[in-house]
């Protein structure tokens, strides 16, 4: 059986090689089979341990990523098809546990073509970091988000422009949550400046190397739930992009949206389910106050749905991207006149008349199985409530999710013109 001689680079030490030999068998994993000799060079960080490696797959599969966990089992990923064209590959790793073998995967030995692979960081589940790790989906977003050189100018009849997005000194990018930077490089393409908000410490070092490589590049550490896009985008036009986390969708949503007359265009891969909510219409299940939130400030498409295994680690559940181009209803409302300010007092700014609306629409959803003459009463009387509904000629037992954002407003408008709208 061949041997396989490494060449490992450990920080602060200088290169040596150290020599693995196949181990024996392990009772949870194929038989061992000849290592093919190569040689390739391999960055270990954190830890002087080294990890053996067992080639014992019938066919070659190539796995998804390289780690610094010691000890560790590579595993190959199950889309092994996918990955046959590529020239590097990285390993999927996980804390050792009882029972687990001793021996490690590796994939065919024949594509280690790149000189070097480094260690990323391990996704943190408190952060809910999911990295989009497939090379395909990579692109496909790249094309949809019109930030690739292969995306494609409109069929006829398709009024949505697919075609690169035109170099101009106008426009940054911001991205949320860069990782790794899968799709940072995709965005830097651009020319455009590119501003990479990271709230992971472990990840500014990798963002910082790659600034030094394009000076559109700023790296911006901290919450994008606290930070200042106007600041950030320096008197630029805003598109952004971003992978979110899940559970904290909403809110990022939410800092976004008080921005929006400095953005044109967001893009989001976020949970199917949410996307779904996002562009649902009225009298649908999914409508409800995300979705006229959403709405309100945007014109939400859904793109296409990502599935589980082109992220790194799977989310339980399905992505989608979701397109949100600015202005959405709120440029066509006049909210700002719904009440008028009182004597003495400086009329409500835009956004003043913009909160009072979404805190009125967050009341007419507080239970979606009430109609909107109970969900209201804390602020109209009933009577008071259903003439503003003929008015408007819905009927008097209409719920919420049946209005679209429109006629949300104008309801809004109505009752807060009326006189003793208080109960």
Partial sequence: MCALCIPVFVPGLALHAVLLTPPAADVCLPPATPLESTLVEVIILNTLNLFRMNAGLARPQFAQFWCNVSPCRINTCKSGSKQTALST?????????????????????????????????????RLGQHFLA????????????????????????????????????????IEIGSGHGEMTQHLL??????????????????????????????????????????????????????????????????????????????????QTEVALRLAAQPGTRDYGYLSVLTQFYTRPEFVFEIPRDAFNPPPEVTSALVTLRLPGERAKLSLASCAPPAAGTQAHSST??????LDFVKLCFSQKRKTLVNNV???????????????????????????????????????????????
């Fill in 352 to 357: 003043d008349a913009d909160s009072r609306f």
């Fill in 189 to 270: 393409a651009t020319g455009a400046p590119v501003h990479a908000i990271e709230l992971d410490p472990a990840f500014l070092p990798g963002l910082r190397h790659l600034a030094k490589q394009f000076p559109n590049l700023n790296v911006v550490p901290g919450d994008v739930l606290k930070a200042d896009i106007a600041a950030i985008a320096g008197g630029r036009r805003v598109r952004v992009y971003g992978n979110l986390p899940y559970y904290i969708t909403s809110p990022i949503l939410h800092r976004l949206f008080t921005f929006a007359d400095l953005i044109d265009e967001i893009h989001v891969v976020i």
């Fill in 134 to 173: 497939d090379l395909h989906w990579r692109e496909e977003i790249a094309r949809a988000i019109r930030v690739s050189p292969h995306s494609l100018a409109p069929l006829a009849g398709d009024g949505r422009s697919q075609a690169p997005l035109p170099r101009d000194d106008q426009h940054c990018w």
């Fill in 377 to 423: 009463r804390s602020l109209a009387k009933p009577d008071r409530t259903r003439e503003a509904l003929a008015a408007l000629e819905l009927r008097p037992d209409a719920r919420a999710e049946q209005l679209p954002v429109a006629q949300l407003a104008a309801l809004h408008s109505l009752l807060s013109a009326l006189p003793d709208s208080a109960p």
């Fill in 89 to 125: 590959f990285r390993i999927n790793t996980y804390e050792k546990q009882a029972g687990w073998g001793r021996d490690y995967f590796v994939p065919s030995l024949s594509v280690l073509g790149a000189s070097c692979y480094t260690v990323p960081p391990m996704a943190r589940q």
